[in-house]
């Protein structure tokens, strides 16, 4: 599912316009991008969980070469599904 398919889903569920739905489709994202921004950790229960992690620097390979190269530490974002996710996924609800 892209985005137009995503504002026409949840225009429809939420009975709005492709409009209203849009914004609060963009909105949404603006939240989680600043949120992510300042490490803060965004549940929503039963559904997902984002948070920030920092992933140490460590070695890796280039898989073209084979040669060993150091790869940065960095902050990265985790998404952890939540349970009625997990049950969506497996046809049980």
Same mark, same amino acid.
């Given at each position: 599912?892209?985005? *137009?398919?995503?504002?026409?889903?949840?225009a429809?569920?939420?009975?709005?316009?492709k409009?209203?739905?849009?914004?609060?489709? *963009?909105?949404?994202?603006?939240?989680?991008?600043?949120?992510?921004?300042?490490?803060?950790?965004?549940?929503?229960?039963?559904?997902? *969980?984002?948070?920030?992690?920092?992933?140490?620097?460590?070695?890796?390979?280039?898989?073209?070469?084979?040669? *060993?190269?150091?790869?940065?530490?960095?902050?990265?974002?985790?998404?952890?599904?939540?349970?009625?996710?997990?049950?969506?996924?497996?046809?049980?609800?």
């Amino acid at each position: 599912m892209n985005r *137009t398919e995503l504002v026409a889903a949840v225009a429809e569920r939420a009975g709005l316009s492709k409009e209203d739905a849009n914004r609060a489709i *963009t909105a949404l994202d603006d939240v989680l991008q600043d949120a992510a921004r300042g490490g803060q950790k965004v549940q929503i229960p039963g559904l997902l *969980t984002l948070e920030v992690v920092d992933r140490a620097a460590r070695s890796g390979r280039n898989p073209r070469t084979g040669e *060993t190269m150091e790869i940065a530490a960095k902050r990265a974002v985790r998404l952890t599904p939540g349970a009625a996710l997990k049950r969506a996924a497996n046809g049980e609800d």
